[in-house]
């Protein structure tokens, strides 16, 4: 089923090269309320020609004569006859609201960038206003599978008890390693040269050792620092 109804030209006429014409065709429109009319090229006279239509609106409280602007892009003459078929007429639903001023507009992902900004990356964005998730860790268990927002983007975690884990999961850095000793050992040796890591770990032992409470989540377990239960790693891109 055609979605346009045939116009047609209601008298001979010749647009030529580079210049358009306004064409008379004898046809009165009345249209339903809540819809526009818009006027489209046809596709044979558009790839063939280089005939396409211009400003082809068309109020549903009009009530007289169509005409068609054809606009001859090609390099040669284009004519016609009367009776011959020179646009589509298409009815659509549209929504009609009164404007209203306000002093300001909702934020969006777009903004105020104009032509070529939807081809920028990256293509999708997602957002949770709730949890912002920054991190994740993944483990052959998904039921084991940990994430992390931005409150533990600077305390890079990993699993403990020989579970192989896939850590610095911020998308550009993602690792394989496995618990185990000799690791934790690196994991001591690192820590004595990242100055955070060693100041948080003297100021939880010196809790410890006054039997003070310690920060909500941190422990201190045989030299090392462990944040909800996982891993405080120190800065140090060998690990």
Known sequence: MAAGQDIYALKDGTIPAQRQMLVDTGIPIGLPR?????LAARSG??????????SGVI???????IK???RNHGDTSYEFKAGDRIALL?????????AMEID???????GTQGFGSSDLGPKRLIACEELKV????????????????????HRPSSLRNEITMLSSAMIAAIQMQTMDDSFLD???????????WMARKVELHRLKEKREGLPKHWELEDGLLYYKNRLFIPSNEAI
């Open 34 to 38: 809540g819809t526009y009319g818009r």
């Open 45 to 54: 006279m558009a790839s063939e020609h280089g005939i396409a239509v211009g």
């Open 59 to 65: 109020d549903a409280d009009y009530t007289g004569e």
């Open 68 to 70: 068609v602007i054809l």
């Open 90 to 98: 298409i009815v659509e639903k549209i929504q009609t609201h009164d």
């Open 104 to 110: 300001s507009l909702d934020d969006t992902g777009r």
């Open 134 to 153: 920054k991190m994740y860790f993944l483990n052959p268990d998904p039921q084991d599978n940990s994430y992390f927002d931005e409150e533990d983007i």
């Open 186 to 196: 690196r994991i001591r040796t690192a820590g004595k040269e990242d100055d955070t």
